[in-house]
């Protein structure tokens, strides 16, 4: 078995030696390499041949930015995961880098001189991303890494199903790839959208804020990161902020026309994830039922299956996002094979496909008005 080969790219001494040291522990991870300037890393990277490029953002000379972007221009499938600090400023960088290409991210934990934490921290977050993200590569080697991601279901399960019932609400789950799938997908929303939308996008406090400002630009909706009891309201979209979960509830569930609002609290994570999307999906399904519409887009895990599960139960309707389109099959592809998906979709289908399948009177009262 050949191991993931990964290379370090940071200018400080100290994080290159603690990863190198943290992720050697690891038997399918070998450094190729460290490089302490992004230069340096670009001269040596036909000799090293790594599977995943580990890159800090802020460097001297050729930046973490400037990097990636020379990365891209020599191969546009290398996985490169940014390594940003918790800041305003490396929160900015990077959904900049996001959009510039890169596969993934982990933020720098605040305590890097503190080795038991550094490694517990890597263990959960780092290393998990580098296995999934290098999978594709090791595909193709001779002794692959062994694939424990869900398999692709037949191609005769994708074809969608007719809707059961028009939705009143889409929910959103999605991770690894998810800022970019996010931006592709709202961005063919049309202005008189009917229905809400919330989301989960796994991620940090701050990052979720900017992740909002940044998509309204792209929208023709407004995007906003969620606050508590904000009322649901068609056309609008809501995005879980970092370290909350974020549910919906109906403040008087006998009356059909009472209002829906948010709930967001920083109750135990589930799945390893705060916000998660199953937290979303099993309240969207208690408030909705058979009237939610689920979508499952790139990531990793099975964080929204649970949900997923939830929404069915109650004769709700799933899409996910197919193998081929998605950076991580994670989170997709266990809904997939679970069996729960109305459809199967590359992402460029699918908001045509939510758009056949929201509550077409609520855009025709729209229009009328």
């Known amino acids: 078995m050949q191991p993931i080969r990964v290379l370090i790219v940071d200018d400080a001494v100290m994080v290159r030696s603690r990863l190198s040291k943290i992720l ?4 399918q991870i070998e450094v190729a390499g460290v490089a302490s300037s992004g230069r340096i890393a670009l001269a040596r990277l036909s000799q090293l041949n790594p599977d995943v490029i ?16 020379q990365i891209r221009q020599r191969d546009a499938e ?13 929160a900015i960088a990077t959904l900049d880098a996001l959009s510039l290409g890169a596969s993934d991210y982990a933020t720098k934990p605040s305590q890097m001189d503190n080795v038991d934490h550094l490694t517990e921290y890597l263990q959960a977050t780092l290393i998990p991303k580098i296995k999934a993200l290098s999978q594709k590569v090791t595909q193709t080697r001779s002794t692959p890494i062994p694939d424990t991601s869900p398999k692709t279901i ?27 799938a996010l ?26 804020k900017l992740l909002a400002e940044r998509l309204s630009t792209k929208c023709a909706l407004p995007v906003w990161e969620a606050t508590l009891e904000a009322e649901l309201c068609p056309g609008t979209v809501w995005i879980a902020p970092g370290d909350y979960h974020l549910r919906v509830k109906d403040t008087n569930s006998k009356d ?28 969207v399904a ?9 979508v499952i887009l790139t990531g990793m895990g099975q964080d929204g299956l649970r949900g997923c599960q939830e929404i069915r139960a109650r004769n709700g309707q799933i899409l996910a996002q197919d193998e081929a389109s998605s950076v991580v099959w994670g989170m997709p592809g266990f809904v997939v ?18 758009l056949r399948r929201v509550n077409r009177s609520s855009t025709l009262a729209r229009r009328m008005g």
């Open 337 to 354: 094979n679970a069996g729960l998906a109305d459809a199967v979709l590359p992402l460029d289908q699918i908001m045509p496909e939510i």
């Open 78 to 90: 290398l996985p490169v995961i940014m390594f940003s600090a918790m800041t305003t400023i490396g």
């Open 154 to 180: 037949p191609a005769a399960s994708s074809s969608p199903q007719l809707p059961r019932s028009s939705a009143e609400i889409v929910a959103i789950g999605v991770s690894t790839g998810g800022p970019n």
């Open 183 to 208: 931006t592709t997908l709202l961005s063919d929303l049309p202005a008189d959208f009917p229905v809400p939308i919330v989301i989960v996008q796994h991620m940090p406090p701050m990052f979720t």
């Open 256 to 283: 059909t026309d009472s209002t829906v609002q948010l709930v967001i609290d920083q109750s135990p994570a589930q799945n390893f994830c705060r916000p998660s999307a199953d937290v979303l999906f099993e309240s």
């Open 54 to 69: 580990i890159l800090d953002i802020e460097m001297p000379d050729l930046d973490g930015l400037q990097t990636l972007a």
């Open 24 to 27: 050697a522990t690891d038997p």
């Open 286 to 294: 208690e408030v909705y039922g058979d009237r939610a519409l689920g």
